[in-house]
């Protein structure tokens, strides 16, 4: 596609619900980070990839939080046992190759926990 | 951690007025971005920016990379009102490829 696709747009689970979050990046772009917004506040990094190898995943909170790319292409991040706290928007970014490559951002997926 | 501090936190102006805002760290950056985030939607990438000193324009806004290289500068000329929303800055550094993020600047444009 011609943008970073991420999907559900919105979630809402029940406390203690398992959550897996998609994304697709743009077609050909090598590397996929993965953020978490809070209201009112700025982007906070997750964990990246580098086609299927996570390279850093010192931005996940918790051991709750796992993200994979398997094929070097789709991602999912999976938040296990989800919490209130863990309610925000989670933002998907690819880049081309390349050590300072602009992220270009999809629209996130809104998390609510209940 | 690395962190970046953005100011001002909010700002409201007239349309037609120029506006200014900056991003500032402790810590030195090899590369500052400039996004623009409206609600609901994921931010989108204004101007990029790798040398220190450097001074880019895209349309209406021009951006500069400090000299000190620890601070960025985000200029808007002539605010229309589709220029309302949070503008971020990002920074990397030399220790990772991931971009930290600042706060955000909100910008309110009265017709």
Redesign the interface.
């Known amino acids: 596609g011609a943008g ?1 696709s991420q999907s559900p747009r919105y979630k809402v689970a029940k406390r203690g619900q398992d959550v897996a979050l998609r994304c697709d990046p743009i077609s050909g772009h090598v ?1 996929l ?1 993965w ?1 978490q917004q809070a209201l009112g ?5 997750l964990t ?1 990839f ?1 086609n299927e190898a996570q ?2 995943k ?2 996940l909170p918790s051991d709750r939080f796992f993200a994979e790319r398997p094929e070097g292409s789709v991602s999912t991040l999976k938040i296990q046992r989800t919490q209130q706290e863990d309610s925000a928007v989670y ?1 998907c ?1 690819s880049s081309q190759q390349g ?2 490559s ?7 997926t809104r998390l609510t926990v209940t | 951690g690395q962190q970046l501090n953005q100011s001002p936190q909010s700002m409201f102006i007239q349309e037609g007025e120029d506006v200014s805002m900056n991003c500032t760290s402790s810590s030195i950056f090899n590369t500052w971005l400039w996004y623009k985030q409206d609600p609901g939607e994921g931010p989108v990438l204004l101007i990029a920016l790798y040398k220190a000193g450097e001074l880019t324009s895209n349309g209406r806004l021009t951006a500069q990379f400090g000299i000190t290289r620890k601070d960025s500068f985000l200029n808007i000329s002539a605010s229309i009102p589709s220029d309302v929303g949070i503008y971020f800055c990002a920074g990397q550094s030399n220790y990772g490829q991931n971009f930290v993020f600042g706060p955000g600047t909100r910008l309110s444009v009265l017709p």
């Open positions: 970073v590397s980070f953020y506040q700025g982007p906070e990094f990246y580098q390279l850093d010192s931005g933002l970014a050590w300072d602009p992220l270009h951002f999809g629209n996130g």
